[in-house]
């Protein structure tokens, strides 16, 4: 079964750096979204890509977030400044044309010091 | 926005017997309703969906029904086994938007040998 890769799978930074999180989705797959999951809360969405652009972004999504795939293949989730409530395990997902099931990256546990 | 509900928070049962997880959701237009289980610092996996064209659907042990008018739908898990213990998670969305997925709150399945 065709699988989406997460890197690094736990980066620790300082508050206020800059993190970039990256997802190598299924190839033929063109929805891109990324979820964060506080720990023992539910897996919430921050925002979904389609044609090369956002289609929708939630309120968590904010100016200190952006995505962009640089090379037409990787899809990255930038945090400009972290916070220490940006701790949380980050999914990136993927979803094909015709097909309602998601299949979900195996996470980063980014955790902010 | 879409919220979706969910309970009980945690459900514990003997093994052999059966699970049942239920889920409301507030936005009608919703049309697709997925499950995921997730193990503990796992990624969330889809078990079973359902559209809103149907009113259940079976695989093997599990289930999932759908009622539309009362925007509610319900997992049902037979015959458990200690592997079925885990976090399942219920979700809605709208296939013809983004197809960001809304998840409920999640539920800590216990099935005690």
């Known amino acids: 079964e065709p699988e989406v890769t997460q890197t690094p799978s736990h980066q620790v930074t300082q508050m206020g750096q800059e993190v970039i999180l990256r997802c190598v989705p299924i190839?033929?797959?063109?929805?891109f979204y990324w979820y964060r999951q506080i720990l023992g809360q539910k897996v919430e969405f921050l925002v979904s890509?389609?044609?090369?652009?956002?289609?929708?972004k939630s309120e968590i999504f904010d100016d200190q977030f952006s995505v962009e795939r640089p090379d037409g293949s990787n899809f990255t989730l930038k945090i400009r400044s972290t916070k220490l409530e940006d701790s949380a395990m980050y999914f990136c997902?993927?979803?094909?044309?015709?097909?309602?099931?998601?299949?979900f990256g195996s996470g980063t546990r980014l955790t902010v010091v | 926005g879409e919220n979706v509900e969910q309970h009980p928070s945690t459900l514990s049962v003997q093994e052999g017997d059966s699970a049942v997880i239920k889920c409301t959701y507030s936005?009608?237009?919703?049309?697709?309703f997925p499950w995921y289980k997730q193990e503990l610092g796992k990624r969330p996996q889809l078990i079973i969906d359902?559209?809103?064209?149907?009113g259940e659907k079976k695989d093997q042990r599990i289930a999932v029904t759908l009622n539309k008018t009362a925007k509610h739908f319900s997992l049902h898990i037979t015959e458990t086994q200690p592997e079925d213990s885990a976090v399942y998670f219920c979700?809605?969305?709208?296939?013809?938007?983004?197809?960001?997925?809304?998840f409920g709150s999640g539920t800590r399945l216990l099935v005690r040998p």
């Open positions: 997902a993927n979803a094909g044309t015709g097909s309602y099931g998601y299949t």
């Open positions: 190839s033929n797959h063109l929805y």
């Open positions: 890509f389609y044609n090369n652009e956002i289609s929708e």
């Open positions: 936005d009608s237009a919703s049309n697709y």
């Open positions: 359902i559209r809103s064209n149907v």
């Open positions: 979700a809605a969305s709208m296939v013809d938007s983004s197809y960001k997925l809304i």
